[in-house]
């Protein structure tokens, strides 16, 4: 099973965990002054490592070379939070190890050397630091990392040197949104050293009311340090998410309820649906289980795993082949309609 496709986070407001270490290769300069050789030699280096038979991890990768993937794959990929912009916007070699259920992939070739991400649905960040530290260890035992005794882990941006960690949560935060919060609580994290962004992180903008918040320093801090400090945040805001949900419920619960299922019958009867109106009103409906406005069960999928697929290089996916644009906005409603099936 995908992480992504896990019934039992469709009432929670933490969507999903993450945990990101970021590592160089002591035998390789950094990433902008390794020529296409070198870095090939890397790539080989860093997947002899996990493609071992030291530990049964092994058999659960897939390597994917990112230059010999279409685009098609690599834009599903970054879609599905495989991949991270920049690597998809990398020159030069560069590939994925993937594992099998796409919680774990490490991403090579990107601003470092190595990217190892974990990722694990719902509110379970200590299981994503604890499979991410397993493959960290994994590449140790053959691979010596660069690292400074003072500094920690060194890394092409000063901002990562130290434990090199970016952990991470989900949220999903419709009310505070809507009652315009989101800019105080930029302001607010960030003198706490954490940050608020969109829904694939650095420079993309929130859909769906979906934001990550993450720590943003990694030197001088542990591990445990920094993912104690990012859930103490993280409650503060789900604490101010479930009264605003409180108090609007009390007070504007038609309101609510009529948004709601205003979202619900359009996404029920559209023809035509562009991915940011999909977002909102999904949104809607997810608020609307977590409230219990609807009696029924969530969607099978699972309403952030819909998120996904309705996404352009998902739905072209799916489609087998490239859309037009008025294609693609008819399929997704096409889409969307064939699983939107509740009943009052």
Request: proline share 3%.
């Amino acid at each position: 099973m995908k992480w992504y496709t896990a019934p039992e986070t469709e009432h929670t407001i933490i969507i999903s965990s993450r945990v990101r270490l970021a590592r160089n290769l002591s035998r390789y300069p950094f990433s902008s002054l390794l020529g296409e050789d070198g870095c090939r030699e890397m790539i080989r280096d860093i997947v002899a490592s996990i493609k071992n038979e030291r530990t049964p991890l092994s058999a659960l990768f897939e390597y994917i070379d990112l230059n010999s993937a279409s685009t098609l794959d690599i834009q599903s990929m970054l879609e599905r939070h495989i991949l991270s912009p920049l690597l998809v916007n990398s020159n030069g070699p560069r590939g994925v190890l993937l594992k099998d259920d796409e919680s774990v992939c490490v991403m090579i070739g990107e601003e470092d050397h190595i990217r190892i991400q974990s990722i694990f649905a719902g509110d379970d960040i200590d299981s994503a630091w604890d499979i991410a530290d397993k493959i960290d260890n994994i590449i140790e035992e053959t691979l010596e990392y660069a690292f400074d005794k003072d500094f920690g882990y060194l890394t092409s941006c000063p901002t990562n040197v130290g434990t090199g960690l970016r952990a991470s949560y989900m949220l999903h935060l419709p009310l505070l949104e809507r009652m315009g919060q989101i800019k105080n609580l930029i302001q607010t994290l960030g003198k706490f050293g954490m940050a608020i962004r969109g829904i694939f992180g650095e420079g993309s903008e929130s859909q769906g009311s979906i934001y990550q918040v993450s720590n943003q320093l990694t030197l001088g801090k542990s591990e445990q340090e920094i993912i104690s400090a990012l859930k103490n945040v993280t409650n503060q805001m789900i604490d101010a998410e479930n009264s605003m949900r409180e108090k609007l419920a009390q007070l504007q619960r038609s309101g609510i309820e009529d948004r709601v299922y205003r979202s619900y019958g359009i996404l029920s009867n559209c023809r035509r649906l562009g991915v940011s109106e999909a977002m909102g009103l999904l949104s809607d409906m997810r608020l609307g289980h977590a409230l219990g406005i609807f009696k029924n069960p969530p969607l099978s999928l699972g309403t952030y795993n819909i998120m996904m697929n309705i996404r352009p290089a998902s739905l072209q996916k799916e489609a087998g082949g490239e859309l037009s644009d008025e294609e693609e906005l008819i399929k997704r409603a096409e889409y969307v309609r064939s699983i939107i099936n509740l009943v009052e």
